[in-house]
């Protein structure tokens, strides 16, 4: 999420002599949101700052909403001029840009000026290529993101009896200050059992000061009490927009397959917010030249059209409309703008076709498109071997009622 502090206006005067000091505090659920806490820098002597300050925070999806508290910058304790509670834009709008002038509670006639907008890491990638250019000459902040991709390991051998269960863990040292990086602790992939050759194409996400140079990688076997070292790598980050796609040799044994990329988060968002209206026109000129929708969704949705999405699992069959897609994997629902329709003429039929529509690359393998007769209507889904999945309220839902989509 990108937030946008403009200014504030009509601001209480807490002090006795002159003008308040005003500044913002920003703030998220500690568990929601890195880094869940930052502020502006002080105004003085005035009741209509103004800021032009951005801030950027990586979220979770529980996040449900954040505050701004208006403070006055006193001597020994400061005070309050004003809060507001913004709640997160629903998931559908989430791309635009949201906010604009809010009242202050327990602020007079107070108001404050605030926009702000998310990008969608499922959609860094297609972003990324087809913005490359621009993203260099963009503005960049104090941080970048930076995407880690965990794939797989290879030949991973421990010292006991039988096979190893590994994991792999991402972390950075030497920083000169804690705050380089966030999130602060390490993050790991699940683990894989009895395996010399796990896969796991698992992605981390990072806000790293531009100053961040290196990380490393340990392949790490669980065990009971304490878990054993494999090996481990440190790793060079690459130039700003460069794509690594790296297999490595573990200082232990075997070797692991890793990606990493480094962006301007800043320019990121410049061109998302320009993408967008584009991309959705896109989307609803080859929607409309489609033809005939694939199903109907009777909860309000309406009409639906089958597509396969480009996600971090792999080319994921899924149901569209209106430039967003959304498809199941992992027991979840999941929402994105990279997809392709299915397009051209086509059969309903029982009888799998020959040739897949995607695949699935967490383990899922081949996968077609298909339309789910479901209590909430026929809603197009993934399907393979007599099982097919459907998103729907947030979660992955599956059955064996449903129909294959075969174009001819």
């Known amino acids: 999420m990108k937030i946008d502090i403009v200014q504030c206006q009509d601001l209480n005067d807490a002090d ?42 990586l979220l979770k999806d529980e996040c449900k909403s954040f505050r701004l508290d208006v403070m006055d ?34 602020g007079g006639n107070g108001r404050i000026q605030v926009f702000y907008t998310e990008l969608k890491l499922d959609s860094l ?10 993203l260099l000459e963009a503005a960049r902040w104090d941080y970048d993101l930076f995407e880690v991709k965990a794939i797989s390991g290879e030949k991973c051998k421990g010292g006991g009896f039988g096979k190893p269960d590994p994991y792999a863990k991402i972390s950075f040292h030497d920083l000169k200050e804690d705050n380089m990086v966030l999130p602060h602790e390490h993050l790991q992939t699940f683990t894989v059992s009895k395996t010399n050759d796990p896969v796991w194409n698992c992605y981390f996400h990072y806000l ?8 490393r990688v340990d392949v790490m076997d669980e065990d009971v009490g304490r878990d ?15 794509h690594m796609d790296q297999r490595l040799a573990l200082e232990g044994k075997g070797t692991i397959h890793i990606q990493h990329v480094r962006m301007p988060i800043a320019g990121l968002f410049e ?99 298909a339309v789910a007769n479901t209590p909430h209507g026929r809603i197009p889904c993934k399907a393979k071997d007599g099982n097919c999945w459907y ?10 009622d449903f129909d294959y989509v075969e174009l001819v």
Request: hydrophobic share 30%; glycine share 12%.
């Open 16 to 57: 006795g002599i002159g003008k308040s000091d005003p500044y913002i505090k920003l703030h998220f659920d500690e568990d929601v949101a890195v880094p869940h806490r930052q502020q502006t820098h002080v105004i003085e002597n005035t009741l209509n700052p103004v800021w032009n300050l951005s801030y950027y925070v």
């Open 391 to 400: 998103s729907y309220g947030g979660g992955e839902l599956e059955s064996r």
């Open 228 to 242: 054993d070292t494999l090996g481990h790598v440190n790793v060079v980050i690459g130039e700003l927009n460069e």
């Open 271 to 369: 061109q998302h917010i320009a993408e967008v209206p584009a991309r959705v026109e896109r989307k609803q000129e080859e929607q409309s030249n489609a033809g005939q929708p694939h199903g109907h969704q009777n909860d309000g949705a309406g009409d639906l059209w089958c597509g396969v999405a480009n996600t971090p699992w792999g080319r994921i069959p899924c149901k569209a409309k209106d430039g967003m897609a959304w498809y199941p994997c992992g027991g979840s629902e999941h929402e994105t703008r990279d997809f392709e329709l299915l397009q051209g003429k086509f059969k309903f039929t029982k009888i799998q076709p020959a040739r897949p529509n995607g695949h699935q690359t967490d383990g899922g393998g081949d996968v077609w498109c």
């Open 125 to 134: 990638d297609s972003i990324r290529s087809e913005r490359s250019g621009a």
């Open 208 to 215: 790293v000061h531009r100053d961040v140079r290196t990380f």
């Open 73 to 106: 910058q006193d001597v020994g304790r400061d005070s309050k001029l004003g809060h507001c509670t913004i709640v997160r834009a629903e998931e559908r709008n989430r791309h635009n840009k949201n906010g604009g002038w809010l009242a202050l509670e327990k």
